[in-house]
């Protein structure tokens, strides 16, 4: 009966060992004394690693494994000085990884991938993709999905990327995963440097990219983080020192949390990103950038925070005994339709020099400094430009005066060109300027307007300038309300400046005690040539101009031609500048041509523009009765000049069919070609003794 049993059991084991599949390890050997990884004597077990092989390249002293086709296996480690090779073209795939990491670097290993590696392990198993602690240089594409943790993990050493990486589906087994993770190994820094593209996609797991304990993320190129169908963040640094510096382009699309968060936990040095390149954070529940316990960030470049679900930038430090954080701008920060307010802010945001900072369609506030720490409130040093627009309820709103600094480099832009800068609470504008853009009557339609919402509060402008920058013509009378609403207004300002000194105004600070208004009182042309002759003198000709009024008016540039048509330039006179009196100049020409001399005067602007005057002509062959005329061809009036006394000469102007369209007797100096079509006419010279016909091209 014992016998019967055991045999049964024993069939029974027959029966079912087909049906288990069982995992090889292997490990390289070199036999083959090739580098070759399908060369089946270099493996421990003579035969070539399959997709049920656990791949350990460990050989003492190190080896070098070359790939130079399609290469499958479980999981592969290299370890202490090995290197494994992946040739362009060639191949590896990794599936089905279910008790350790997919692709692993450690110590001193080595791999270098010019071809293509597949990481896909569809485990639930805490187990990751890519594990980094030795040297990873990729050169051609790397598709990690579905594993078990994190999708890349550099722990130690440096990942290079030059190719492509795309992550998907990760965090199966461990809803803490990210997407990439650098973190470091008993105090080896973890450094990734991306001069490729790198996609990350989470729809499962943790944040798409986290950084914490010193370790840095370099991104020179092409970065793209999507968090939306995730459960956490798109960017994350916590820790001392950890860093993120972007000299590329980087796009990150929210999910239910902070698109970026950058956390000190209190330590030093803080962790920071510094941005010169341009980044872009898209959608989210929650901020799009929060900085807190002492986090920082520098943005040298471009950043952009588009339709944030609350706040577009978050620096949270409102809890008694936390390290002050800090967002350093040099560059310009682009916020768009943020769900709440565009910078919340209790702690430091410092707008330097050069730096533009400007905000559009806010559900709340554009800028709101908050003073609810009893130790910190929260700080905007603004030495840059700011451009804040259409906020939902305020554009600047300052719970404490003194947390919005404003120097004498600081510009302020009310609105998107033009609108109004809405204001809440006492603010001081300091030593800024205000541009003012005035382009009609209507305010904040046409012109700028600085709104001081609340009747209990002062804008304090007397440190301040306001600059008119006029992109139309007003009427006289007509008047611009600069700042308006019921707030005071501590004043005046410290100057105002027009960019168009035609314009003549007065600044009323005195109707209203919470208004500024600009009434136009004249018009002035900017220089208004009254008189410009020529006549000969003994040394030459002497032309002679004067004028009734200058503004901006650089001076005068004297042109001479031979046909009315060929200018050149044969000297200069300055201007006045500004002036409202009467001015005359005069150029002597003590080298005029022979025959007739046309001139003609160009005046310059101190901007550039330029205008011409009327044509004076003298003739200088008087021992021939001539007559010449210009300019031929003629737009719309030809001048005739003579040297003879004309009374007794007819003047005809014919078409090519010999038909007469005008004709005149006596001294005529110009004929006018405005009611005749384009094309050839001829005008005959019919003296008593002479008759003279010439060709004439109307334009």
Not at 379 to 396: A, C
Request: proline share 2%; net charge negative.
């Amino acid at each position: 009966m014992i016998m019967k049993k055991t045999l049964l059991f024993m069939t029974l084991i027959m029966l079912i060992l087909p049906c288990i599949s069982y995992s090889q390890s292997v490990t390289w050997d070199g036999g083959a004394g090739t580098t070759s990884w399908s060369d089946a004597t270099n493996w421990s077990n003579d035969v070539e690693p399959t997709a049920t092989t656990d791949v350990l390249l460990d050989l003492s002293g190190g080896a070098t494994i070359d790939i130079s086709g399609a290469a499958v296996a479980k999981t592969v480690e290299v370890k202490n000085s090995n290197i494994l090779n992946i040739a362009t073209g060639a191949t590896l795939t990794i599936a089905d990884g279910t008790d350790d990491d997919g692709l692993e670097t450690a110590g001193s290993g080595v791999i270098t991938n010019d071809g293509t590696i597949s990481i896909s392990t569809s485990s639930t198993n805490n187990i990751d993709g890519l594990y980094s602690k030795g040297t990873f240089t990729n050169n051609g594409d790397i598709s990690i999905d579905g594993v078990g943790e994190h999708g890349l993990y550099v722990q130690e050493g440096t990942f290079t990327n030059n190719g492509t990486i795309t992550i998907t589906n990760v965090g199966l087994g461990d809803g803490g995963a990210d997407g990439i993770y650098l973190d470091d190994n008993s105090g080896a820094i973890a450094t990734i440097v991306n001069d490729g593209t790198i996609t990350v996609t989470m729809t499962t797991g943790d944040d798409g990219v986290y950084i914490k304990d010193g370790c840095v993320f370099e991104n020179n190129s092409m970065l793209t983080i999507d968090v939306s169908g995730g459960t956490d963040m798109g960017l994350h640094l916590v820790n001392p020192s950890s860093e993120f510096n972007n000299t590329g382009d980087v796009t990150i699309t929210g999910g239910p949390d902070y698109c970026i968060q950058v956390d000190g936990a209190n330590m030093t040095p803080a962790p920071f990103i510094e941005n010169s390149g341009t980044m872009t954070v898209n959608d989210g529940s929650n901020d799009g950038i929060r900085l807190r316990r002492g986090g920082s960030i520098e943005n040298i470049g471009t950043l952009t925070i588009d339709s944030s679900g609350d706040e577009a930038i978050q620096i949270d430090d409102n809890t008694s005994g936390e390290n002050i954080s800090t967002f350093n701008n040099s560059g310009t920060v682009d916020i768009l339709n943020a769900g709440d307010h565009g910078l919340e802010c209790f702690g430091n945001f410092n707008n330097m020099a050069g730096g533009i900072f400007q905000a559009d369609g806010c559900g709340d506030d554009g800028v709101r400094m908050q003073n609810d720490n009893p130790d910190y409130n929260g700080l905007f040093t603004n030495d840059g430009e700011i451009k804040i627009d259409n906020s939902g309820s305020d554009d600047i709103d300052v719970e404490d005066a003194n947390s919005f600094v404003n120097s004498s480099t600081a510009v302020f832009h009310p609105g998107s060109s033009p609108g109004d800068l809405t204001i809440r609470y006492d603010f001081d504008l300091g030593a800024s300027s205000v541009n003012f853009e005035i382009n009609g009557t209507a305010a904040v339609t046409d012109y700028d307007q600085i709104l001081n919402k609340n009747s209990a509060n002062t804008l304090t402008i007397s440190g301040a300038t306001a600059n008119l920058i006029w992109g139309f013509t007003p009427a006289v009378d007509d008047c611009f309300k600069i700042v308006d609403e019921s707030g005071g207004v501590a004043g005046p300002f410290a100057s105002v400046t027009s960019d168009d000194p035609s314009i003549i105004y007065t600044v009323d600070y005195f109707s209203n005690s919470a208004e500024v208004i600009i009434c136009v009182e004249a018009i002035v042309v900017p220089v208004e040539m009254t008189s410009f002759t020529g006549r000969k003198v003994e040394r030459g000709t002497e032309l002679n101009w004067e004028t009734s009024s200058e503004i901006n008016n650089a001076g005068f540039d004297i042109e001479r031609s031979t046909n009315g048509s060929d200018w050149s330039q044969i000297g200069f006179v300055s201007g006045n500048g500004n002036s409202n009196r009467l001015l005359q100049y005069s150029y002597l020409d003590e080298n005029p041509l022979e025959g007739t001399n046309f001139y003609r005067l160009k005046q310059n602007d101190f901007d550039g523009n330029f205008e011409y005057s009327d044509i004076v002509s003298l003739n200088y062959r008087e021992d021939k009765n001539e007559i010449s005329f210009y300019p031929n061809p003629v737009e719309d009036v030809l001048y005739i000049s003579s040297n003879q006394n004309s009374e007794n000469i007819e003047f005809q102007l014919v078409d090519i069919n010999g038909k007469v369209l005008w004709s005149k007797k006596g001294d005529v100096k110009e004929i006018s070609f405005e009611n005749f079509s384009s094309g050839v006419y001829f005008l005959n010279i019919v003296s008593p003794s002479n008759r003279i016909t010439k060709k004439i091209v109307h334009k």
